[in-house]
């Protein structure tokens, strides 16, 4: 299993949210320290995501962060992240070695089918209300402790989180964090990056040194 990395926050995009261009806001988050951001913006046609993908992958070098994206890999990336649906087995055929894959998952049965799959990790969500699936129920904080601390494998917590939030779903089981609309519309992302990095240290119990963060 290819382990998550460190801080286990995991930034996914949406232009649609964002309130400033998308590389500006990946070069920002990974100088305040995240490593790790999936592309999410599937309605961009292939070579429009390609280009995002190589310039967030050029943004991420010089701070060695892991960018991957949302859905099915169609050009070299180190992390993908599949639908519910998603056949876990079939991708990991045609990835190289050392790719994290992840899936998206709602309740026990799929946390289940994830695991059985081989999926390295699964966001649960929402397990807040959230702009990005509007209309959908919420898990609340005490039914997602209860998936997560019976799921088969490491979970992050996934809908409507900010910086007052992770600690409680970090407390509740979570293996970590995944967010949209904290980081793309905030308007300075080093500082909401900071704010939830310095959250999931602090349920961790664990002093990380200062990076400095661009507004």
């Known amino acids: 299993m290819t382990a998550l990395p460190d801080p286990p926050l995991l930034l996914i995009t949406d232009r649609n949210r964002a309130i400033r261009p998308l590389e500006t806001i990946a070069r920002d988050a990974f100088a305040a320290g995240c490593r790790w951001l999936s592309v999410r913006d599937k ?125 409680g779903c970090m407390a509740a089981g979570a293996h970590g964090i995944a967010v949209i609309g904290s980081v793309m519309a905030a308007r300075d992302t080093g500082a909401a990056v900071a704010e939830l990095i310095e959250a999931l240290d602090d349920a961790a119990g664990r002093n990380r040194t200062p990076r400095h963060h661009a507004s």
Not at 81 to 96: E, F, Q, S
């Open 43 to 167: 309605d961009l046609s292939r070579a429009e995501r390609a280009a995002l993908v190589g310039a967030l992958q050029s943004a991420a070098e010089p701070w060695g962060a892991l960018v991957g994206v949302h859905g099915d890999a169609e050009f070299p990336v180190g992390a993908v992240h599949l639908p519910r649906n998603g056949d876990v087995r079939c991708l990991r055929a045609r990835m190289p070695a050392g790719c994290l894959v992840g899936i998206s998952a709602h309740d026990a049965g799929e946390l289940e089918r994830a695991a059985r799959a081989g999926a390295d990790y699964a966001t649960l969500s929402p397990v807040f209300e959230t702009a990005s699936k509007p209309g959908a129920p919420a898990l609340g904080l005490e039914r997602f402790a209860r998936l997560a601390r019976d799921a088969p494998l490491p979970v992050l917590a996934l809908g409507g989180l900010d910086a007052h939030t992770v600690r």
